[in-house]
């Protein structure tokens, strides 16, 4: 009984108590959010990465309460793109239903020019007009830098234990920065893999090897401000060991962005929100936009970039060490009912990733 | 012959006048006399003075002498209406029990007699009977005149007496018997102080004061916006698990308010914790706080008492814009050994003290310890046992008395924290301060002071993190000298001037990572060096019966020192946030790097209405060098100092305030109602985003802009009684402005003003005392406030690759829920014996009675939802013992 007892005034007075509080917003009107690059690659330009190409998107959303768990889609708005040329191009929503509020510029050869000025605008179903700043292009990109990899070793806690993982950190050499000024580099990255069902027969190839592309792996980009270039720079961190996807061939889509500084602090502030870090956390604050609304508030920022992309392909087999392929023997252990899992035997199943059974054009080094 | 006959004749005088005073008879050959007559033919022959009032006898005739009698039997038969007590074998008073009945009260009397020297304005001192120690605070009161005075942090006053024969006066302080006195002057005495010595009270709690100074010091009190509270005081107010608190009783005041739920910084009329100056025997504390605010810093069994100055203060004091609390320790007891502690659940307390050369040297030593951590580990709770919390502190003065004149004191202060809740990483801090003061007086009206002090603080996170391990901590170091000279012609007339300097070094902040971890990097904020001086003088005068003025003028001086590289910005050229580097200037070691410097003038004046009522108008200006640092809202280990420099320009708070005191009922009731405006230059608040931490271009994240603050404060207090206890109220605003005025500062909230962290517009205390019998003793203490402000995210939305980016309101928009809070205690003392040392008491406390589950702190996961931290919940019951030998 004394025990209890003092274990819950202990209890009481070291850990306090913790529960769900809820403010009343008084500011509750939703915002417009607008994610919107324009790069001065076309579509067919990036299918020279190789890639499957990409058209420009403008996204837009609305802001929601913070007990909102869904974002709300904005369709049916009218985006426009604008040069200081006086040319105007509009965005169309690829699809209301399927993918509302997904809007592309369906132009194969545009591409952003050097020396021109673009602005974005956005008029609402509801006649709300956001308009962006005059953005452009920065003068100085270099060329995209090869991609190499170093096995490392991180530390995470598994289980209530650190263990050590062992990996490779992929590398992108920058060149040296002669032109004196800062360059402000952003890179993202679309992870692809081949992915072999172990169990499945390797005379039906329909469901034996698959490519899956997801953007939810590696999903965070790097930035870096360099004022000197001259050495490797860490793009992201690929555990090696009980990883599927590296077990045969790997590839990742790495898009470098060259931006003007505003934009570049936009993505920093972006991260740095974004980033667990109780001790030594900022004050909140908020970020900044370059678009302007005629009513209510708008969110986000539009840049115009240099871009430039480059496939990296990596397979277990440029380690210096083994990694066996260990999916097939995980795949061949009784587990009870409903095994073997479907990924097993038809990789169409496998859910890492949008999954084709139709090998990209691209792919192979 | 002639000669010899003058030698025989002086030797018979002589011989008669040494006769003592039990020797004297007296005949029948006196009767029919008058009296007095009587009396001073006596005096002639005997060399002996009978102290009173003659006047009064004339109206007596000697009668009755029927044989040859002693003087001494004979002056008793007049014991009916005169009270004859022998002070000497010279000295007798004879007190007209008519005249006195008025003015005594049921204690009875001390008759004293002191060197006829002294008759007009006596000096003296107030300790307490046991241990010696002095009583600042103690009131001496004439009741006759109603002029009284209060003994200063020595224990020492000094007062102007009536010109009357016999002075009745009366000494009280808070937790002690009160004492009367009848005081008389004659040129056979050699005493030419008084010296007074009260017993704590074992029949009654008499004191329950908030003020432990002249009964009606709120009136007449030359200054304004002035709390002193006793320890004595202190020590009724309920306390959170036994532990008094001398901070949080101050926030039953009004002014005054807390950063948050036990936080121990405070803050006073709207400002900021790290614009209080708070000083412990001249020393400062940087951190008035243990376990993140649980307690206070502040060993409550070595203070003696406690003066917040809301505002700058007199001049003599400075660097401080908000307020300055002033801690006065103890000085030990130097005739005799004597120990005191306390036992209570999580901490326990004990103080030695005793002579080291009796009557000339004492010293005093106490120390506190938690013992939180055995609690902990005996849980079966993993997490608890992963949580570790300890604090403990050492508090020493040793007192050396030369002769009557000089005296010096060195007080030494050892603090040390850690705490660690369900983190990976170990707070701690501490703090090592030491004072060495000389005393010296002159004369009765000049005396002296020099200090030398030495203020240390640290603070440091170690992380665990396996993956992420790291030591990081930031600091301060001081030190300084003063000296106060001053000169107190008159009663209520006082003139203080020194002059004071202190260097200091600032760390902001350093991290080192551990040698094995690779994902932190090394970051070592430059260290700052600094110099701050002072010039000051003060005067106190009483211009008429009515009109009183305190008036002082300080010059200050700061200048900052390498070694340093100091960085020059463009605001004109962006990087994100920031301003661009465009120059960095090295500046060796020793080289001035900036200064400032200001005029900060001081007037105090107070106007008596009538004899219970006056009006007081205050004026204070200060400037502030030095800047605290905070991420949070409450006072935190992790907040840092940083200097002024080319880029931070030194804060400056004016004070206006006027207001109202009148006491009613015999000073039974005392009320006040008292208005307050402030206004801050070159505030300092953070820019959107900055990183204020470990941040080596931190001044290019902080901005300067205008504050002001306003408000009311209204108290009624019951004095004494049975059932006795105080209301405060305080309605306040504390607003901030940044509207980018100059090119190096940032709009914030667009450049409009808005609330402070630390505005909170309602604020109510409510004590309550009431006395059970001889020796229970029933306390309670109510709280109000409005909940303070914060930023919260009003909304979000995803963008890219993160499901919610946060958008926040602007600046400190919301407000989390509003505080209130019941605590109540019940002190039993033991049975009063006056013959034995051993003194004893129980303390019975609840703290947060209605368990409110008042907000801690309000945090927000990535998604923008709330959580609110509730750290004292519920209901928290403790027992203390107390004890004293």
Redesign the interface.
């Known amino acids: 009984m004394m025990k209890n007892i003092r274990f819950a005034m202990v209890m009481l007075l070291v850990v306090g108590c913790i529960e769900p509080y809820q403010f009343k917003i008084t500011d509750t009107d939703p915002g417009i959010v607008i994610e919107a690059t324009l790069s001065d690659k076309s579509f067919n330009d990036t299918k020279s990465y190789p890639s499957d190409g990409r058209y420009f998107t403008v996204k837009l959303s609305k802001s929601g309460d913070v007990t909102n768990v869904r974002p709300v889609t904005l369709s049916y708005a009218t985006v426009i793109l604008t040069s200081d040329q006086g040319e105007q191009w509009t965005y169309t929503e690829e699809d209301p239903i399927k993918k509302p509020g997904i809007y592309k510029l369906f132009n194969d050869d545009f591409k952003a020019a050097a020396g021109v000025r673009y602005k974005l605008s956005v008029t609402s179903p509801d006649d709300v007009f956001i308009e962006s700043d005059w953005q452009e292009m920065p003068v100085n990109a270099p060329a995209i830098g090869p991609v190499t990899f170093q096995e490392t070793t991180t530390q995470r806690i598994i289980l209530n234990a650190v263990s050590d993982v062992k990996g490779v950190t992929s590398k992108l050499a920058i060149p040296v920065n002669e032109t004196g000024e800062t360059i402000y580099y952003r890179w993202k990255f679309l992870p692809t893999w081949l992915y072999d069902a172990p169990l499945a027969s390797t005379t039906d190839a329909m469901v034996k090897f698959c490519w899956a592309t997801t953007s939810l792996y590696l999903r965070d980009y790097t930035l870096q401000a360099d004022n000197e270039g001259g050495y490797n720079k860490d793009l992201f961190f690929m555990d090696v060991e009980q990883n599927e996807r590296v077990l045969h061939e790997f590839s990742a889509l790495i898009e470098q962005q060259v931006m003007t500084e505003d934009y570049y602090y936009f993505w920093k502030e972006m991260q740095e929100l974004n980033k667990a870090d109780g001790v030594f956390a900022t004050p909140p604050y908020n970020l900044k936009s370059n678009f302007t609304s005629s009513k209510g508030k708008a969110y986000g920022y539009f840049g115009v970039v240099r871009e430039q992309g480059t496939r990296w392909y990596f397979n277990r087999t440029d380690l210096s060490y083994s990694i066996p392929n260990w999916l097939p023997e995980q795949c061949a252990n009784p587990c009870g009912p409903g095994c073997p899992p479907p990924p097993c035997y038809n990789c169409l199943r496998y859910e890492g990733g949008d999954v084709t059974n139709v090998r990209p054009s691209w792919w192979g080094r | 012959m002639r000669c010899f006959f003058f030698v025989l004749l002086t030797c018979a005088i002589s011989q008669v006048s040494a006769q003592a005073l039990k020797d004297i008879t007296i005949d029948q050959s006196s009767n029919g006399k008058v009296l007095s007559t009587f009396l001073q033919d006596l005096e002639k022959v005997h060399d002996i003075d009978f102290v009173g009032d003659m006047n009064r006898l004339e109206a007596l005739t000697v009668q009755g002498i029927e044989k040859p009698m002693r003087l001494l039997e004979y002056l008793d038969s007049f014991s009916g209406i005169i009270d004859v007590v022998k002070i000497s074998e010279k000295v007798i008073v004879l007190a007209d029990k008519n005249t006195l009945k008025n003015t005594l009260t049921n204690t009875k009397p001390q008759y004293l007699v002191l060197s006829e020297g002294s008759h007009g304005s006596i000096t003296g001192t107030v300790s307490d009977a046991h241990s010696q120690s002095t009583l600042t605070g103690a009131q001496l009161y004439f009741p006759v005149s109603k002029k009284g005075t209060a003994a200063d942090e020595n224990g020492q006053f000094s007062i102007s007496t009536p010109n009357t024969p016999l002075v009745v006066a009366q000494v009280k302080f808070a937790g002690y018997d009160a004492e009367t006195l009848i005081i008389g002057w004659s040129k056979y005495a050699t005493e030419t102080r008084l010296t007074v010595k009260l017993f704590q009270t074992s029949k009654e709690l008499e004191g329950v004061t908030v003020t432990a100074e002249r009964i009606n010091e709120n009136v007449v009190s030359q200054i304004s916006g002035v709390e002193h509270l006793s320890i004595e005081t202190i020590k009724t107010i309920p306390t959170f698990m036994g532990e008094v608190d001398p901070i949080r009783s101050l926030t039953t005041l009004p002014g005054v308010s807390t950063a948050g739920e036990l936080a121990s910084g405070f803050n006073v009329r709207g400002g900021e914790s790290g614009q209080n100056l708070v000083l412990q025997d001249g020393a400062t504390i940087y951190n008035p706080s243990h376990l993140f605010g649980f307690f206070s810093a502040f060993n409550p069994d070595m203070v003696s008492d406690i003066t917040l100055y809301k505002g700058a203060g007199p001049a003599s004091f400075g660097s401080r814009i908000s307020s300055v609390l002033n801690v006065s320790l103890k000085k030990g007891d130097a005739t005799r050994h004597s120990v005191s502690g306390g036992v209570g659940?999580?901490t326990s307390r004990l103080t030695v003290q005793g002579p080291l050369i009796k009557n000339k040297s004492s010293y005093m030593i106490g120390g506190r310890i938690s013992y939180?951590n055995w609690?902990?580990h005996?849980?079966?709770?993993i997490?608890?046992k992963r949580?570790a919390?300890n604090f403990h502190d050492i508090t020493a003065k040793v007192l050396h008395t030369f002769n009557d004149k000089n005296f010096i004191t060195l007080s030494v202060y050892n603090s040390y924290d850690d705490f660690r809740?369900?983190?990976d990483?170990v707070f701690s801090w501490q703090t090592f301060n030491a004072t060495l003061k000389w005393d010296h007086t002159f004369s009765d009206k000049w005396y002296s002071t020099v200090a030398v002090t030495s203020s240390n603080y640290r603070s440091d996170?170690e992380?665990q993190d396996?993956?992420e391990k790291f030591s990081y901590y930031n600091a301060i170091q001081s030190f300084g000298g003063r000296f106060d000279l001053t000169y107190a012609p008159v009663e209520e007339t006082k003139f203080v001037t020194g002059l004071e300097s202190t260097m200091s070094r600032l760390e902001p902040g350093k991290l080192t990572p551990a040698e094995e971890s690779h994902n932190i990097p090394f970051q070592d904020m430059q260290d700052q060096r600094m110099i701050e001086s002072a010039l000051f003088i003060q005067g106190d005068a009483k211009l008429t019966d009515r009109l009183s003025v305190s008036a002082g003028l300080r010059y200050s001086y700061f200048v900052r020192l390498g070694r340093e590289d100091i960085y020059t910005y463009d605001y004109n050229n962006?990087?994100?946030?920031y301003p661009s580097v465009v120059d960095t200037v090295h500046y060796a070691s020793g080289a001035v790097i900036s200064t400032y410097d200001g005029l900060e003038p001081r007037l105090s004046v107070r106007f008596l209405v009538t004899p219970s009522a006056s009006m007081k108008a205050s004026y204070y200006r200060g400037y502030q060098y030095v800047h605290l640092i905070s991420?949070t809202t409450s006072t935190t280990p992790?907040d840092y100092w940083v200097a002024s420099g080319p880029m931070l320009k030194p804060q400056m708070g004016d004070q206006y305030s006027l207001g109202y005191f009148q006491n009613f009922a015999d000073n039974l009731f005392e009320f006040s109602l008292e208005g307050f405006y402030k206004t801050i230059d070159n505030a300092v608040d953070?820019i959107?985003?900055?990183?204020?931490?470990?941040n080596p271009i931190l001044e290019a994240g902080l901005s300067q802009g205008k504050g002001k603050a306003y408000g009311g404060e209204l108290f009624l207090k019951k004095t004494r009684g049975k059932f006795n206890g105080w209301l405060s109220y305080t309605y306040s605003r504390s607003l901030r402005k940044f509207d980018g005025q100059e090119a190096t500062d940032i709009v914030i909230n667009e450049g409009k003003y808005y609330a402070s962290a630390f505005d909170q517009p309602h604020n109510v205390s409510l004590v309550l005392n009431y006395r059970v019998g001889v020796r229970g003793f029933f306390a309670t203490n109510f709280h109000y406030s409005t909940g303070r402000p914060i930023?919260?995210?009003?909304?979000?939305?995803?963008?890219?690759?993160?499901?919610?980016?946060?958008?926040?309101?602007q600046r400190n928009e919301?407000r989390i829920?509003d505080y209130h809070r019941l605590d109540i205690s019940f002190t039993l003392k033991d049975r009063p014996h006056k013959l034995s040392r051993y003194r004893s008491e129980w303390v019975f406390s609840v703290f947060n009675v209605y368990g409110r589950?008042n907000?801690?702190s309000?945090s927000?996961d990535?998604?923008?939802?709330?959580?609110?931290?509730?750290?004292?919940?519920?209901v928290?019951p403790s027992i203390t013992y107390n004890f004293s030998f």
């Open positions: 659940p999580v939180v609690l902990l005996a849980t079966d709770d997490r608890l949580s919390a809740l369900e983190t990483s996170v992380s396996e993956i962006m990087n994100g946030r991420n992790q953070y959107e985003g900055a990183d204020i931490t470990l930023t919260i995210p009003v909304s979000k939305f995803s963008y890219d690759v993160y499901l919610s980016v946060l958008n926040y309101s919301y829920p589950k907000a801690y309000i927000f990535r998604y923008g939802k709330a959580k609110k931290l509730s750290v004292l919940g519920s928290f």
